[in-house]
């Protein structure tokens, strides 16, 4: 099988960028991708100031330019805006080449992106680049259908984020007590809410504020944990005024996020727009509560009632209402973590992404 595995080339932000394209390939590392084709991956930005960003994306320009005619497949991972254009560039040169190439689209900003933030010549310059795609990856059906006004529905497959599957016992806890699961000294707790994202305007912090500073005169033993980093500096001084409830836990992998993962017993995520969270669908197999805005493509994960609680976005009174009835077990959790559970495995495994993935790579070769 080694000998004959098909080599990919795939570009993106730097494995160590925070955000979701990078989390979903180490996702795909780590549930083993490597393995099943020959893989190099190029990262195309790095964080830090916008020199640092311009060096490193000429960087990674020319070693993909250099890697090109080693490679069987292009795989370009593109979100909106500026990264749109910036991959842009690679695909262009992948097609010069005669490449294969693959164009995964991330982007939840991408329709205002294309509608209303550029002039009639980009959006040209972007149909022409679609067009370069042999195949293009989406997240959710109706990002296919979306695009499908752009450019070829027929080459568009829907491959939606994953996370790896575990079995979990997803009793909930509201009481504090030491019930383990899902690792030593796991417990529920759903008067401890966790955020994680990118913390600015976009993702609903001024409603998540105003959400638990009601919360908190309600239920005053609740407390939220903010993971993330600062987009927006700002947002400091917000947490800062709300030490008694609210604590920022900065951005957190591996073991620690596992943790925060293992004791939180909601997941909220207020955001504008999405593509597929993988916080989410972490979220969700791990065995909390996801109480989230019905945009992008979480609706497609979540049923509202069912493997969750949705609400409207930019809507504070919602949201807080939505986590109270949670914090008071006034929805049976139980049933929806057992939903939320089962989704996650039967739809979003990233074991069976890569399988999918594995496939697209065959069919172009």
Request: proline share 3%.
């Amino acid at each position: 099988m080694k000998a004959d595995r098909i080599k990919v080339l795939m570009v993106g932000p730097d494995r160590s960028v925070h955000g979701g394209i990078s989390a979903m390939v180490n996702g795909y590392y780590e549930a083993g991708l490597d393995r099943w084709v020959n893989l190099k991956y190029i990262g195309t930005m790095k964080e830090g100031s916008r020199g640092r960003k311009l060096m490193v994306a000429v960087a990674a320009y020319l070693k993909f330019v250099m890697a090109l005619n080693s490679c069987d497949v292009v795989h370009v991972n593109a979100a909106s805006d500026n990264s749109f254009m910036r991959k842009s560039l690679f695909v262009r040169a992948a097609r010069l080449r005669g490449k294969k190439i693959v164009l995964h689209q991330h982007g939840g900003d991408f329709k205002n992106y294309y509608a209303n933030e550029i002039t009639d010549r980009s959006r040209k310059y972007i149909k022409d680049t679609l067009d370069m795609a042999d195949i293009m990856l989406v997240l959710t059906p109706s990002w296919k259908e979306y695009f499908g006004a752009l450019t070829d529905e027929s080459k568009i497959k829907v491959l939606p984020n994953g996370v790896m599957t575990r079995k979990k016992n997803v009793k909930n806890r509201s009481d504090g007590e030491d019930e383990r699961h899902g690792g030593p000294g796991a417990v529920h707790d759903v008067r401890k809410i966790l955020f994680l994202g990118r913390i600015c305007r976009d993702k609903g912090m001024d409603e998540l504020f105003k959400a638990l500073d009601f919360i908190h005169e309600k239920e005053p033993g609740v407390c939220l944990y903010i993971g993330g980093i600062y987009e927006d500096p700002s947002y400091r001084e917000e947490i800062v005024a709300r030490a008694d409830y609210v604590r920022y836990i900065g951005w957190i992998a591996g073991e620690e996020k596992e943790q925060y993962l293992e004791e939180c017993g909601i997941l909220v995520l207020p955001s504008y727009y999405e593509g597929l969270p993988v916080t989410v669908l972490e979220a969700m197999n791990s065995g909390l509560v996801v109480v989230a805005t019905k945009v992008g493509g979480i609706p497609e994960i979540v049923e509202d009632g069912r493997d969750g609680i949705l609400v409207p976005p930019k809507d504070a009174d919602a949201l807080k209402e939505a986590l109270l009835k949670v914090i008071r077990r006034e929805y049976d959790t139980d049933a929806l973590l057992s939903h939320a559970l089962e989704t996650v495995r039967n739809k979003y495994s990233i074991e069976h992404c890569i399988e999918e993935l594995v496939e697209v790579y065959k069919s172009l070769c």
